[in-house]
């Protein structure tokens, strides 16, 4: 398979703090990979980073051969990258269908085009009954979704998502994994997750990335990172003692 | 919906008819209201659909007035070049204002203030353009006031109640229909988070400029209107805070963002306004200031308990209505 996204020994430091620190990882072309570690170790960085909100202090990042390092966060999308943010940023005053019709513009021209592209993503996402209330009016787990919905419906090649697992029962997490895995088969998009919910993640990836204090600390399959004694020490021990 | 067909119906029909039930003063008081509720669509597609500030939108209305005025008295030539002129001037200013603040990411309040020290700025430099009269302000030779010369706006106050009522209706249905194109959602999503609007590719910085330019330019056309049913200009007056400030005060009553607010805020608040200085010079007082304390107190009210305002409410109870 070849690399969708590359990214190269990138860093990126705030006022001193190394919040990301020469980090280097490939996500290939229809494959599902996990950007995981303790809080703070730099993951949303990286997806700033990726798309364009951030701008690395050294270090590159490709995406389907061409480098997106200086384009705006707008170009980075238009190139075929959708993300969600970790803290949900609908757009409260407009109803859920407008929401996700503004993300479906980018690819459409013309109003009842995006429309149609919305109600679609809507039924995928579950949330078609919900499309004529107003965002802010949502639960969290809707407002989860509903990033979801409006990354997807700009027809990315590759989704980045921000913990979009956080805050759901069970259920809905099992819900959500499945809808991610037969968009992934389906449609053989691409996916790049950050995820605190192992279970998900050891569903979800054939690759898994670990980040700590800004570092990559390991990156394999995930039955290699659970038996991982580095990963356990600073991650996943920690985890399944809290 | 109903309740806006029904309520856009009513009103257009009360429009067409009513030169010939008002009397002279009211027919002016209407002009007048009309103007506002003009302006204020104008001003509510940058604030009220793209969520961008401005307090200085006197300037446009200046800008559009000069550009327009000045042709008219030194070529003779009317408004059917000096529109267009009035356009072009401000389009550039906005432009500008837009540019310099978009670039430099001066956003909300900061942003208003740009807009503010431009038109400031604006108006001290018309104090000095002595072709254009400067402080001793500008004067269009007034012709009959019975004819009807569309073509150079000269005429009586039903043609310019015509001409301000046809813009109000143009401007509105303009705000109805662009809400609905893809620069519409795009607008809204800009004002709800820009930064989530650039994560799905919204280009925020042209998006944002367009909506700037849109709204100084047909704000300027307010201004030729201003300047033809006035047929004087000072700088003082017509770039004054507080026109910038009164522009405003009937979209934001009214309903920021909706189609129809700034009509209803502008048709409740302009009578009003003339209704208290007529109460007042009826009680004998002379005190210019108790109109702009009349708004104030009702802005504040408004603000209170209807934070929407006041059309939003009003739909809000009509649908409630008949839910039960
Ligand atoms: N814009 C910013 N300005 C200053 N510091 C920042 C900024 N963004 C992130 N940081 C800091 O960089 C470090 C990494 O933060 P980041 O949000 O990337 O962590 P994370 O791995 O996503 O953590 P979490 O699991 O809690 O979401 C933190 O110490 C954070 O405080
Ligand atoms: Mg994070």
Not at chain 1, 76 to 89: E, K, N, S
Not at chain 1, 158 to 183: C, K, Q, S, Y
Not at chain 2, 155 to 176: E, K, Q, R
């Amino acid at each position: 398979m070849t690399d969708l996204l590359v990214v190269d020994g990138v860093s990126r430091s705030f006022r001193g703090l190394r919040a990301v620190s020469e980090v280097g990882f490939t996500v290939p072309e229809g494959g599902i990979v996990g950007l995981i570690g303790p809080n703070g170790a730099g993951k949303t960085t990286c997806f700033n980073l990726i798309a364009g909100v951030l701008r690395p202090d050294q270090g590159d990042i490709r995406f389907a051969g061409r480098s997106l390092i200086g384009l705006r966060p707008d170009q980075i999308a238009a190139a075929g990258i959708g993300r969600t943010f970790q803290i949900v940023r609908p757009f409260p005053e407009l109803t859920v269908r407008q929401n996700v019709t503004v993300g479906a513009l980018l690819r459409h021209r013309r109003v009842a085009d995006a429309e149609a592209a919305a109600d679609a993503v809507l039924s995928r996402l579950e949330l078609a009954t919900k499309a004529d209330r107003h965002a802010g009016s949502l639960t969290l787990p809707d407002r989860k979704r509903l990033e979801v919905a409006r990354a997807l419906a700009t027809n990315p090649r590759l989704l980045l998502l921000d913990e979009v697992m956080a805050g759901l029962r069970p259920t809905e997490i099992d819900a959500m994994v499945a809808i991610l895995v037969d968009l992934n088969r389906t449609t053989g998009l691409t996916i790049l997750l950050i995820e605190h919910v192992m279970r998900a993640v050891m569903a979800l990836c054939q690759h898994i990335v670990v980040l700590h204090h800004g570092e990559l600390i390991a990156a394999g399959p995930p039955a290699a990172i659970q038996s991982n004694p580095t990963v356990i020490g600073s991650y996943l021990g920690e985890e399944a003692l809290g | 919906m109903i309740a806006a067909r029904a309520m856009g119906g009513a009103l257009l029909l009360a429009g067409l008819a009513a030169p010939w039930l008002a009397s002279e003063y009211v027919l002016s008081v209407l002009i007048v209201s009309l103007w506002f509720a003009y302006v204020g669509q104008a001003w509510n597609i940058m604030m009220g659909f793209a969520g961008q500030l401005s307090l200085g939108h006197a300037m446009y209305v200046g800008l559009g007035a000069y550009a327009a005025a000045g042709l008219f008295v030194f070529t003779g030539i009317g408004p059917w070049l000096g529109a267009p002129l009035a356009v072009i001037v401000a389009v550039i200013a906005g432009a500008g204002i837009g540019w310099l603040g978009f670039r430099f990411q001066v956003k909300g309040v900061y942003f208003a203030l740009l807009t503010i020290a431009f038109a400031e700025f604006t108006r001290i430099l018309f104090d000095h353009i002595t072709v254009l009269g400067g402080s001793g302000g500008l004067f269009l030779p007034v012709g009959q006031r019975s004819g009807v010369d569309l073509i150079n706006l000269r005429g009586g106050p039903v043609m310019f109640y015509y001409v301000i009522f046809v813009m109000t209706v143009a401007i509105t249905a303009l705000s109805w229909a662009l809400l609905r194109t893809r620069l519409g959602y795009q607008w809204q999503a800009i004002r709800e988070d820009a930064e989530a609007a650039e994560a799905v590719g919204v280009p925020v910085f042209r998006t944002k400029l367009l909506a700037v330019m849109l709204s100084a330019g047909l704000t300027a056309l307010g201004g030729v209107f201003f300047a033809f049913y006035y047929n004087t200009l000072f700088p003082e007056q017509i770039f004054a805070k507080s026109r910038s400030i009164e522009m405003i005060l009937a979209p934001i009553i009214g309903g920021m963002g909706t189609v129809l607010g700034p009509l209803v805020g502008a048709l409740l608040l302009t009578p009003l306004g003339e209704l208290t200085m007529a109460v007042i010079a009826g009680l004998g007082v002379t005190n210019a200031g108790v109109r702009q304390v009349v708004f104030g107190v009702l802005l504040i009210l408004v603000l209170w308990f209807l934070p929407q305002g006041v059309w939003p409410w009003l739909t809000q109870r009509w649908a409630k209505g008949r839910r039960q």
